[in-house]
């Protein structure tokens, strides 16, 4: 179980082509369940997540992410430029994630992971607003990696992004989200069409410390 798990991580590269295939219901509990099982603050368990497959309601929020994707497409392409242009995996990945603006109705659900101020109140100001988003975000991700792994086991990958977050206003009216519910990302998720494979990450001695920020093994 461990190896399949490591292996589950080596392997779960970022998925934004999908196959035009519906998920059924009961892999998608599954995937929350597994989401549920996360550590949280407080064991609050705050979560609440909003799958989205009505094709309608998919075809709206692609017009709408593609509405904002466009600014920050063309902002990402003008600072690479001022710095000497894209290398090839910055721009594989630029095509990928336009590919995905246009198309993000494939995907087989679109899911909102979202935060109940009602069920963790003292991470929540008098406005509402988070005091600290690290703890807003540490009592979530957990959570959304629970479910991009348990959509790993089954053939099911998807990609994180905040585009939406720049319509957040639209997307609450869109989708009946009530005022004591926090967004976070939004996931696409779907029967992957790119292959799963290694992920390219910096090696860990490059990224590890110990006992001092610099600090190394002995022998490096």
């Not at 430029?81 to 993000?104: D, F, T, W």
Request: proline share 7%.
């Amino acid at each position: 179980m461990a190896a399949d798990l490591f292996e589950s991580m080596r392997t779960m590269r970022t998925i934004r082509r999908f196959e035009k295939r519906e998920i059924p219901e009961e892999v998608l509990l599954e995937m929350v369940t597994a989401a549920t099982w996360a550590p949280n603050g407080s064991n609050s368990q705050p979560w609440g997540f909003l799958l989205v497959r009505e094709p309608g309601l998919k075809k709206a929020l692609r017009d709408l992410y593609l509405a904002r994707f466009e600014p920050a497409e063309a902002a990402y392409k003008a600072i690479a430029a001022a710095s000497g242009g894209m290398n090839p995996q910055q721009a594989r990945m630029m095509r990928g994630a336009r590919y995905l603006a246009e198309h993000l109705d494939d995907a087989g659900v679109l899911v909102f992971p979202c935060v109940d101020k009602h069920r963790y109140p003292m991470i929540f100001d008098e406005q509402g607003k988070p005091r600290d988003p690290v703890t807003l975000y540490a009592t979530i991700f957990p959570a959304v990696e629970n479910l991009l792994l348990a959509a790993r086991a089954r053939g099911i990958g998807g990609c994180l992004t905040t585009i939406l977050r720049f319509a957040d206003a639209e997307v609450r009216e869109m989708l009946a989200i009530p005022d004591h519910v926090e967004t976070t990302v939004m996931i696409p998720m779907g029967y992957a069409r790119d292959k799963f494979g290694p992920v390219v990450r910096r090696p860990a001695r490059e990224v590890t410390y110990f006992d001092r920020w610099g600090g190394t093994l002995a022998g490096g």
